[in-house]
């Protein structure tokens, strides 16, 4: 999906979006901060299909899209389960599927017991888990997310980011949004909403994107399959057998990245790698260069 030179304003006020360009690949994490009534919510709901812009085109919106709106509507009688039934049928999803699929992922999301549960008597952490859920019922080509951090405890942002690089490893596009300074996925492209315009990295960002290489680890996941074999060249250590530890320029960050989870390894860290006083390259969170005994060493 393609927004080019894309506005939006509302009767008697200043323009809400000015001149917004964003190429959303399949396969892209992008995220999106800015301060409250900065317009993250009107920019979402266009690229949902749900507010039409003023200004600019839209182009090659998929049919599959899961929204997750910033406020999830709660007040009403319906339990979770039932709730989550209703919407795999109105996605096409027959009864029992639907009821699969929703017991699938209220177990991921460790809501034992939730589905009995009338949606306004969750707390606020459980409404984002069920609002999640129905966006992922039938798996989205575009995934769009409001916030989707907000009220959830460790454990859920760890199956949130599980879940958002699962949707870009299987080809799907994400786009999430954020207060300043909160929640973001790893693999997340940042961008910043500020007067209406979209803007790129913040200067620390942009500052380690020009000059700073980025040292991954990874773990081999159960049916992972070998790396491709260019990633020779970046690897600086294989603490154990199924871990490893690459350094990459940065401008090669997110295609490496990619390529891991397609090939089934999970990401462990992602890092600023910069050398030491004495002119050693160092991780960022190492404090020499001497690995443990029986941890292996560079390649």
Same mark, same amino acid.
């Given at each position: ?6 506005? *939006? ?7 809400? +979006? #000015? =001149? ?7 396969? &892209? ?7 409250n ?7 979402l !709901? ?21 929204? $997750? ?16 039934? @209703? ?6 999803? !027959? ?7 929703? #017991?699938?992922?209220?177990? &991921?999301?460790?809501?034992? =017991?939730?589905?009995d #549960?009338?949606? &306004? @008597?969750?707390?606020? =952490?459980?409404?984002?888990? $069920? ?8 798996? /989205? ?15 859920? @942002? ?15 596009? $994400? ?10 996925? #790893? +693999? ?15 200067e &620390? ?22 790396l491709?074999? !260019? ?12 871990? +490893? !530890?690459?350094?990459? /320029?940065? =401008?090669e ?16 860290s $992602?890092?600023? @790698? ?6 050693? *390259? ?18």
């Open positions: 999906m393609r927004l080019t030179s894309v506005g *939006k304003r509302y009767a008697r006020r200043p323009w809400v +979006l #000015t =001149g917004i360009d964003l190429d959303v690949a399949a396969g &892209r994490i992008i995220a999106i901060s800015g301060p009534g900065s317009g993250k919510s009107t920019l !709901s266009i690229m949902a299909g749900l507010t039409s812009p003023t200004a600019g085109t839209i182009a090659g919106r998929p049919r599959s899209i899961g929204y $997750v709106p910033e406020r999830f509507p709660v007040q009403n009688r319906m339990s979770a389960g039932v709730y989550l039934r @209703h919407m795999g049928r109105i996605r096409g999803l !027959s009864t029992g599927a639907a009821t699969r699929r929703a #017991t699938m992922l209220l177990d &991921r999301f460790d809501m034992t =017991g939730g589905s #549960t009338l949606l &306004r @008597h969750l707390s606020k =952490g459980n409404a984002q888990r $069920v609002g999640l859920i129905q966006a992922l019922l039938v798996r /989205p080509d575009l995934l769009i997310l409001d916030e989707p951090g907000t009220g959830m405890d460790e454990l859920g @942002h760890d199956v949130l980011s599980e879940i958002i690089e699962e949707v870009a490893r299987d080809g799907g596009a $994400v786009v999430l949004s954020s207060p300043f300074h909160s929640w973001a996925p #790893t +693999l997340a492209t940042r961008y910043q909403l500020s007067d209406g315009r979209l803007r790129g990295s913040t &620390r960002e942009t500052t380690a994107a020009v000059g700073t290489p980025v040292r991954i680890v990874l773990r081999r996941g159960r049916d992972a399959r070998d491709p074999a !260019s990633w020779s060249a970046y690897l600086t250590a294989q603490p154990a057998d199924a871990e +490893l !530890s690459a350094t990459v /320029p940065n =401008g960050s997110d295609r490496r990245l990619l390529e891991a989870l397609h090939c089934g390894w999970a990401v462990l $992602v890092l600023p @790698h910069r050398p030491d006083p004495g002119g050693h *390259k160092l991780p960022a969170d190492e404090p020499n260069s001497t690995p443990p005994p029986g941890r292996g060493g560079p390649m």
